[in-house]
T-cell receptor, first 111, second 112 residues
Framework: GQQLNQSPQSMFIQEGEDVSMNCTSS?????WLWYKQEPGEGPVLLIA?????ELTSNGRLTAQFGITRKDSFLNISASIPSDVGIYFC???????????FGKGTLLTVNP | EPEVTQTPSHQVTQMGQEVILRCVPI?????FYWYRQILGQKVEFLVS????????KSEIFDDQFSVERPDGSNFTLKIRSTKLEDSAMYFC??????????FGPGTRLTVT
């Protein structure tokens, strides 16, 4: 089946730093989504990307849909303590409805 | 802001028992989904539902699982005879189109 390789697995940064995480796949995805999950809660949609090469921002978050359609990255600028959580990439491929999720990047922000 | 809701938040059941997990999707959404997340692992797709029928299901979604939209607002996942390995967080999601899927807070299912 399709798999998404997400890196890094975890990051420890200081408040105010920028952070970058990415997802790669051996197969093509038509839509990339980035979610954030906090303990005991469901994933919250942050950004959706629909076209190869697309760069989209949501506040301090910026994400790009790779030109090969096999990768995506998420940047968070000027991190704050409430950015703490697990960030998941997820992709939709072909005409199916199922999201394939990466394993997540655990972000810790030290104040 | 509209959101997906799920009940109960935590369900404890004995192995072999039937459980029904309930979800109220966002009201104007047409596509509904169930995912599960075993503790510490990634989120896994179970099933998608559109126009009152299953549109896709994963290999996890075997004969022990079923979904139903019993009325205009609820969407349920039934596990007929729970196994220990069914213990997980179960997330309901919905989308207007099949792209931006919005997730509920989840039901933690513990099978003892």
């Amino acid at each position: 089946g399709q798999q998404l390789n997400q890196s890094p697995q975890s990051m420890f940064i200081q408040e105010g730093e920028d952070v970058s995480m990415n997802c790669t796949s051996s197969s093509i995805f038509n839509t990339w989504l980035w979610y954030k999950q906090e303990p005991g809660e469901g994933p919250v949609l942050l950004i959706a990307l629909y076209k190869a090469g697309e760069l989209t921002s949501n506040g301090r978050l910026t994400a790009q849909f790779g030109i090969t359609r096999k990768d995506s990255f998420l940047n968070i600028s000027a991190s704050i303590p409430s950015d703490v959580g697990i960030y998941f990439c997820a992709g939709l491929a072909g005409s199916n409805y199922k999201l394939t999720f990466g394993k997540g990047t655990l972000l810790t922000v030290n104040p | 802001e509209p959101e997906v809701t799920q009940t109960p938040s935590h369900q404890v059941t004995q192995m072999g028992q039937e459980v029904i997990l309930r979800c109220v999707p966002i009201s104007n959404h047409l596509y509904f989904y169930w995912y599960r997340q075993i503790l510490g692992q990634k989120v896994e797709f179970l099933v998608s539902f559109y126009n009152n029928e299953i549109s896709e299901k994963s290999e996890i979604f075997d004969d022990q699982f079923s979904v139903e939209r019993p009325d205009g607002s609820n969407f349920t996942l039934k596990i007929r005879s729970t196994k220990l390995e069914d213990s997980a967080m179960y997330f309901c999601a919905s989308s207007e189109l099949s792209y931006e899927q919005y997730f509920g807070p989840g039901t933690r299912l513990t099978v003892t």
